[in-house]
Every structure is written in C-alpha cells, then in structure tokens.
C-alpha cells in the first residue's frame, strides 16, 4: 500500500513563530505537492517538487517554502505564521500505475490542521 | 482563469437511492476528471478517473461520466448506504495542472 505520512496532525503556534511541516513517502516516486484546504476554496496548490532539490510554486505560494533535499522527504515551511495561514495543510504524490507511469492521481497523507493564534 | 465546480454544496439522499453528484469546469478542457472522497479531519482518497475520449467508467457501485459538449463530469453511487457520507471532491487535469472543485457534502439518511 502507499503510505503518505504526515509528521503532525495538529499543531497550534503562535503568530511570528517558525513551522515547519514534514511529509514522508515510502513510494520512491518523483512527485510531491502541499496543498492548503479551507473552508468554501477547497484545496489550493502551495507548492510541489518533482524530484529532490526541484521545486515549483503553486497558485498561493507566499508566505510559504520547501525543501526537499531527500526523495522522500518533502517540508513546508511558514518562516513566520500568521493567523491567515490557519488551515488544514495535506501533502500528496503521484500513484504510479503498474505500468510506472505518472497515472495522474494523488495519493494523499491524513493532513495536518494548523492552528496560528 | 480555470474553474471547477460542483453545484451542491450539500446533497442528502435516502439509504438505497442512486446518488448523483454534479461537476462543471469552466474556461478550459481538461484531458481528465478524477473524483475523491474525503471523510471529516482526513485526507482525500482517490476514487475514479475518466479521460475526455471516455464517455463512462465505472467500478463496483460507482459511475463517472464525461461530456465534454456540457462541459460536466457526473458521478452516481448507486444503492447508496449511510457509509457513503463523506465529502465529495472532483479535480480536472490540464497540462498537468490539477484544479479542484470544493466539494459536495453527501449524507445518506437510513
């Protein structure tokens, strides 16, 4: 089975604070994306990476960046949270077929709801 | 600026009834749909794909259409049961942009 796994699955920081958010896949696969989910916008690409220390910005990437140094391993980062960025944060990758082809569909960790008071 | 969306926010149906979840995209033509489940506090999980040359799909108790004349995706449960309450998320693929609708909230009522 694919695993997706998210470091946190709630966090509460404080406004200014750092945050960093991890997500670790066991897939070997070259896709990765976070995404932000809020209420009445549904989910919004922040960034997404396809291959390790590549990186692309989504639709609302301010306020936001990552690493990716291992294939792995994909981070968000919020150098300084603010109350705005409350949301439930979900990260994803690209199932791969049983041909090892990109199929196009995301398999996605459980989340991780961010509060910023 | 390409745009989903799914028309009911919420939709609620009697245990045994054929559910039917309606998705329409707008200023573009994406080369897939794909539709998830999302239940409360999780992570969506990925249910079925539909190209735009493929009129129908469908696996076990669930049927995807494409009519790209609408421009409109529907996705039927059939003999739906309480256990499909979840929240319903269409997503249209274009140049491998990824654009998701905000979802349809569907309560099956025993």
């Known amino acids: 089975d694919v695993k997706v796994t998210q470091s946190s699955r709630y966090l509460v920081k404080r406004t200014g604070e750092k945050v960093f958010l991890e997500c670790v896949q066991d897939m070997d696969h070259e896709n990765m994306f976070w995404y932000r989910q809020d209420p009445g916008l549904g989910l919004r690409l922040i960034y997404f990476s396809y291959d390790v220390k590549m990186k692309e910005k989504g639709d609302i990437p301010e306020g936001y960046s990552v690493s990716r140094e291992k294939k792995e391993r994909f981070s968000l980062i919020l150098e300084s949270a603010s109350t705005n960025q409350t949301s439930m944060y979900l990260c994803?990758?690209?199932?791969?077929?049983?041909?090892?082809?990109?199929?196009?569909?995301?398999?996605f960790g459980e989340g991780s709801r961010l509060t910023v008071l | 600026s390409q745009k989903i969306e799914q028309n009911s926010e919420a939709l609620n149906i009697q245990e045994g009834k054929t559910a039917t979840l309606t998705c329409n995209y707008t200023?573009?033509?994406?080369?897939?749909l794909q539709w998830y489940r999302q239940d409360p506090g999780r992570g969506p999980v990925f249910l079925l794909l539909i190209r735009e040359n493929e009129k129908e799909k469908r696996k076990e108790r669930l049927k995807v259409t494409f009519d790209t004349t609408l421009k409109q995706s529907l996705f039927h449960i059939t003999a739906s049961q309480p256990a499909d309450s979840a929240t319903y998320l269409c997503a249209g693929t274009s140049y491998g942009k990824l654009t998701f609708g905000q979802g349809t909230i569907l309560t099956v009522h025993p």
């Open positions: 994803a990758i690209n199932n791969r077929g049983t041909s090892g082809r990109n199929t196009g569909e995301l398999f």
């Open positions: 200023n573009y033509s994406p080369a897939y």
